[in-house]
T-cell receptor, first 115, second 109 residues
């Protein structure tokens, strides 16, 4: 299995809703990442997990809450979002260590629309 | 804080080679040069990476300048399916992958 699977592929939510994005990989990667991508822009890093522990939070608002329940799963819990949070949310995974001598594997993303 | 510079867009004819340049003048000795591409409505896809020597794989070739301050991704025969945004990034493993603005490649039939 060489894939990162993200669900759902599309999500529409109201500003008072609570929803979660899910990401799963079975490649034995111990680093997992959340990126946010607005239209016509490059992906921007949000969070990094290493060995199931949060190692980097790029000053993301608390309405985004990541969780890594085990080495294969990564969740992003959403609460009280704003319309400007509408974007493509990408999950990625990679090996840990070995310098930069490895590639990242990305999922196809969740297209989020906040209404 | 992207440390790479790429042209905003490039155009190629189908079945011709494409050379996508990237400048990374502040590269450190431990930085690997990575290339990803993003097709429309998809997540980024790993293409190739290298440290000092030129690299080849089934998708592309990576030519790295002797001083490592620039590199070129080479698609040997562009197809319509190669139309995408191509990102050049540096990764030493100490910091996560950060994307620059990328080059939007258009392929003309």
């Amino acid at each position: 299995d060489t894939e990162v699977t993200q669900t759902p592929k599309h999500l529409v939510m109201g500003m008072t809703n609570k929803k979660s994005l899910k990401c799963e990989q079975h490649m034995g990667h111990r680093a997992m990442y959340w990126y946010k991508q607005k239209a016509k822009k490059p992906p921007e890093l949000m969070f990094v997990y290493s060995y199931e522990k949060l190692s980097i939070n790029e000053s993301v608002p608390s309405r985004f809450s990541p969780e890594c329940p085990n080495s294969s799963l990564l969740n992003l819990h959403l609460h009280a979002l704003q319309p400007e949070d509408s974007a493509l949310y990408l999950c990625a995974s990679s090996l840990v260590g070995a310098g930069g001598n490895y590639g990242y594997t990305f999922g196809s993303g969740t297209r989020l629309t906040v209404v | 804080d992207a440390k790479t510079t790429q042209p905003n867009s490039m155009e190629s004819n189908e079945e011709e080679p494409v050379h996508l340049p990237c400048n990374h003048s502040t590269i450190s000795g431990t930085d690997y040069i990575h290339w990803y591409r993003q097709l429309p409505s998809q997540g980024p896809e790993y293409v190739i990476h290298g440290l000092t020597s030129n690299v080849n794989n089934r998708m592309a070739s990576l030519a790295i300048a002797e001083d490592r301050k620039s590199s070129t991704l080479i698609l040997h025969r562009a197809t319509l399916r190669d139309a995408a945004v191509y990102y050049c990034s540096l990764n030493s493993g100490n910091t996560p992958l950060v994307f620059g603005k990328g080059t939007r490649l258009s392929v003309i039939a």
